[in-house]
């Protein structure tokens, strides 16, 4: 099941950052930098107790002029909304109940997702609980006080927060399915794709019911096999679009690839592999995704023999990180290579579940240290003890060694190149985790 979505929405200034800030870089969090997209990052995985949320940090809306919002916010908030699954809506004791919180808090109640109202700047529990009870007047419930400089008080918000999340798994039947997030910058045709195979003759279309991300998803079956389409279209439909604003088109992106199995990140041929192309594809690399790198409007550019080496050549250098994500060529419009597409999908699919017995690992793993030494340092080698694989989705395995000091990140990528030489894996990124025996990973 796909983790849910919790979105940090209020005005400027009521300390939405720190509070996101604070979650990520506790040890409640787990963080990591994106490749491509750290200037961008505005989303962290966040463990509490036995939950995971991905939560989306809406801070750093600034109003062009001096007048408190109403255009940039509404556009930026909305997007968040629109995504999450959980809000919570951040206020400032010390500034008290404001026309702008009156403003949002009638947004939020338009969308009927879950809101958890909290208060933050509280400092003091004890002194300054009256101003509290002033913002019962947003008609959003109970407020819950924290302050997220000190910090007080998370672990009751965040209990708050997690009660809105569902019980129970998905519906079987989605589970059956291989969801499939298409991505990537406006206009690169990705409803084209999506519109084109539910055009095919031998494809069973049905509209199945839309997910609190305010999406409607296509279900299709293309040869017995159900696929759940995931269509991010209209992630920046402005003509006119600022840094910070085209910074929160990300967040529908993070939604979508949450929910996937495998991530098509579109690419248009006329216009080469850009930045963002980059950060989109980080952002699935990271979530642990099945990935292709999908070129489409090849019909539409002058080739020559050398044309599609030099798109390759350029991807490869440009998504160093995922060398492992197959780059297939296409045209929606046409349908040139859809079909393709699915045996490369339904492929992938079947390597992220691939389980390797302990035995194969270790016998791989033993080869490999055979042939290239493990490093050593002052005079202490790296030994490895064994290898055995913990989790699919991606493929997880964890090395326990003596000292984990001693691994070093070319010997770790090393290793993972052994494995994949061995047993594929293509379209998958794989996780290697080191850990000392007996000792528990910190």
Request: aromatic fraction near 6%; include cysteine.
């Amino acid at each position: 099941m796909s983790k849910p979505i919790v979105a940090i929405i209020g005005r400027p200034n009521v300390g939405k950052s720190t509070l996101f800030n604070r979650l990520a870089k506790a040890r409640i969090s787990i963080v990591d930098d994106t490749p491509g997209v750290t200037r961008d990052r505005i989303y962290a995985d966040v463990e509490w107790l036995n939950y995971r949320f991905t939560m989306i940090d809406t801070g750093g809306i600034e109003p062009e002029s001096n007048d408190i919002i109403l255009s940039q916010m509404r556009r930026q908030a909305e997007a968040a909304i629109a995504s999450a699954d959980v809000i919570v809506f951040l206020v400032d004791v010390k500034t008290g109940l404001t026309d702008s919180d009156m403003h949002v808090a009638n947004m939020l109640r338009k969308s009927h997702k879950p809101v958890v109202l909290v208060v933050n700047k509280v400092d003091d529990m004890q002194t300054q609980t009256m101003g509290i009870y002033e913002f019962y007047n947003l008609g959003l419930g109970d407020p819950v006080p924290i302050s997220a400089g000190q910090p007080l008080n998370l672990g009751d918000m965040l209990d708050a927060i997690v009660e809105h999340f569902p019980n129970g798994a998905e519906e079987e039947e989605e589970e059956e399915a291989i969801k499939v997030a298409i991505i990537g910058k406006p206009n690169v045709g990705k409803s084209s794709l999506v519109n084109k195979i539910c055009g095919e003759e031998r494809v069973i279309v049905s509209d199945i019911a839309g997910t609190t991300r305010d999406s409607v998803d296509t279900e299709v079956t293309i040869d017995d096999q159900k696929y759940v389409l995931i269509d991010t279209a209209g992630l920046r439909k402005r003509k006119k679009v600022t840094e910070a604003i085209e910074k929160y088109s990300i967040i529908r992106t993070v939604a979508a690839v949450e929910r996937a199995d495998i991530v098509l990140i579109m690419i248009d041929a006329n216009e080469g592999i850009t930045e963002q192309d980059t950060k989109i594809a980080g952002i699935a690399h990271e979530a642990g995704k099945g990935c292709i790198v999908v070129v489409n409007k090849w019909d539409a550019i002058e080739k020559n023999d050398k044309t599609m080496n030099a798109y390759l050549k350029d991807i490869t250098n440009t998504l160093a990180y995922m060398q492992y994500a197959p780059c297939m060529f296409i045209s929606a419009l046409s349908g040139q290579r859809i079909g393709k597409l699915f045996d490369t999908i339904h492929t992938i699919a079947q390597n992220q579940t691939l389980r390797i017995s302990t035995g194969l690992l270790n016998d791989v793993l033993y080869e490999a240290t055979a042939m290239n030494q493990p490093p050593s340092d002052k005079g202490k080698a790296l030994k490895i003890f064994y290898m055995t694989q913990v989790s699919v989705k991606p493929p997880t395995f964890v090395l326990f060694v003596n000292d984990k000091e001693l691994m070093h990140f070319s010997y770790l990528r090393y290793i993972e190149n052994q494995l994949r030489e061995a047993f594929g894996f293509k379209g998958t990124p794989i996780r290697c985790i080191v850990r000392e025996k007996g000792k528990k990973d910190e």
